[in-house]
């Protein structure tokens, strides 16, 4: 019986706080710019040409420095042994070159350069030429 009781006034205070937090209409002012607004076209959300410059450059930047230190060597000799714990028994180990974590990185700004490439200067220059 202690259960039901506990249940019903869960259920008063619910419905007491719903009741209280009723929505309300919005004004009509609101209602005639929303209507105002729907043949417009919405603000494109881009980055901007020189932040895109910016991370464009420091993206090749990184790029060149990794390269010029992958020929040069540097990381060659760093490698690292991760064992992996699957079960109890058994652990098997991986080796990681440090060389082929750096190429994977070189690889990566890449791809971030080229997705840069194309939103700072590939996508104005061709959004300017279809608009003629």
Same mark, same amino acid.
């Given at each position: 019986?202690? *259960?039901? +009781?506990? @249940?019903?006034? +869960?259920?008063?205070?619910i +419905?007491?706080?719903? &009741?209280? @937090?009723?929505?309300?209409?919005?004004?009509?002012?609101?209602?005639?710019?929303?209507?105002?607004?729907?043949?417009?076209m919405?603000?494109a959300?881009?980055?901007?040409?020189?932040? &895109?410059?910016?991370?464009?450059?420091?993206?090749?930047?990184?790029?060149?420095?990794? !390269?010029?230190?992958?020929?040069? &060597?540097?990381?060659?000799?760093?490698?690292?042994?991760?064992?992996?714990?699957?079960? =109890?028994?058994?652990?098997?180990?991986? @080796?990681v070159?440090?060389?082929?974590?750096?190429?994977g990185?070189?690889?990566? @700004?890449?791809?971030?350069?080229?997705?840069?490439?194309?939103? !700072?200067?590939? *996508?104005?220059?061709?959004n =300017?030429?279809?608009?003629?």
């Open positions: 019986m202690q *259960r039901d +009781d506990s @249940n019903d006034k +869960d259920l008063r205070l +419905d007491e706080t719903l &009741g209280k @937090n009723k929505l309300e209409s919005p004004s009509s002012n609101f209602t005639h710019r929303v209507m105002m607004n729907l043949h417009s919405p603000v959300s881009s980055l901007s040409a020189r932040k &895109g410059l910016l991370l464009l450059s420091g993206t090749v930047l990184a790029i060149t420095i990794l !390269t010029f230190l992958v020929a040069g &060597g540097m990381f060659e000799n760093v490698n690292e042994t991760i064992s992996v714990p699957v079960a =109890k028994d058994l652990q098997p180990s991986i @080796n070159k440090g060389e082929w974590v750096v190429k990185l070189i690889f990566l @700004n890449i791809v971030l350069a080229f997705i840069l490439f194309d939103r !700072t200067i590939l *996508r104005p220059l061709f =300017k030429k279809t608009s003629f």
